[in-house]
């Protein structure tokens, strides 16, 4: 795995011990596609980093000096990777006031791609809830113990993912994508104005799918739903076979989506 670190807009051996982001979750990240050496989706990813970094009052890297150390990295990565950009207030002392925190810490790492999924997937409904918060809701922010419980409530090789819902009992997202149902012809995705993450995949459906829209959602609706799909910026449309009981067959219109997705994905 390839990483390089930077404090402010120097390179530094590592990240530092009393680095915030270490230290309370105090910073952003984002998890990009690459594909034939290029990030196909970097304008949309940058533009989340740049609103995160304003709600956060994070210091951005200028986008110009960002883009020349992203070029550098990916000059030596594989055709096809994930690379993961970590943005971090820095390191401060102790206690929670993000006053006197140094220079911002950037972390950019490369991985490979994870194993494709060839079957439709098979989700669960998580216990654990997420909490509301609008300060944070949208921002792909650094604290995501919530998932992390929410993934660890099964150890099931054949469940590919869980559902969350929020705390007044809407449906939230997957512990790791954005969610999409089909109800009366339209494509509905939960609002991402109390919690959950604003993802890019669901911002390229949103833009692009004429009856695609936000919605309050019930677990009930999705149960009820002609067709369910999962989407991330890594994996691109993945349709859902199964949650619990309820069963889906393949989707038409669906395979055409997934279809184009993927071309933009993996257009590089």
């Known amino acids: 795995m390839a ?28 998890t990009m596609r690459v594909a034939r050496g290029r990030l196909p989706w970097w304008p949309a990813h940058h533009a989340r980093l740049a609103r995160g ?3 956060l009052g994070l210091v951005a890297p200028p986008r110009d ?3 020349a150390g992203l070029a550098a990295l990916l000059a030596g990565a594989p055709s096809d990777a994930v690379l993961k950009l970590v943005l ?6 102790r206690g929670y006031a993000p006053q006197g925190a140094g220079e911002p810490t950037l972390v950019l790492s490369l991985h490979p791609l994870p194993a494709a999924i060839a079957a439709p997937l098979v989700l669960r ?3 654990l809830r997420l909490a509301l918060q609008p300060a944070l809701a949208g921002h792909k922010h650094l604290n995501r113990l919530e998932q992390v419980l929410a993934r660890a409530e099964w150890d099931d090789p054949d469940v590919h ?7 007044r009992g809407r449906v939230a997202c997957a512990t790791a994508a954005n969610v999409f149902a089909r109800i009366d012809g339209r494509w509905l995705t939960p609002r991402v104005d109390e919690c959950g993450v604003a993802g890019v995949a669901r911002a ?11 919605a309050a959602l019930s677990p009930a609706d999705v149960e009820s739903a002609e067709a369910l799909f999962l989407c991330n910026a890594v994996r691109g449309i993945l349709p859902v076979g ?3 009981e309820r069963r889906w067959p393949p989707h038409e219109g669906l395979r055409a989506l997934a279809a184009a997705m993927g071309r933009e994905l993996a257009a590089g």
């Open 3 to 30: 990483v390089r670190v930077y404090r402010g807009l120097s390179p530094v051996p590592a990240v530092d011990a009393g680095d915030r982001g270490l230290a309370y979750g105090d910073g952003l990240f984002e």
């Open 53 to 55: 970094a304003a709600a």
């Open 65 to 67: 000096w960002l883009e």
């Open 88 to 93: 971090t207030r820095g390191a401060g002392g």
């Open 125 to 127: 409904w998580c216990t």
């Open 161 to 167: 993912e869980g559902l969350l819902l929020d705390a």
């Open 204 to 214: 390229w459906l949103l833009d692009r799918v004429p009856d695609a829209a936000e």
């Open 242 to 244: 199964r949650l619990g």
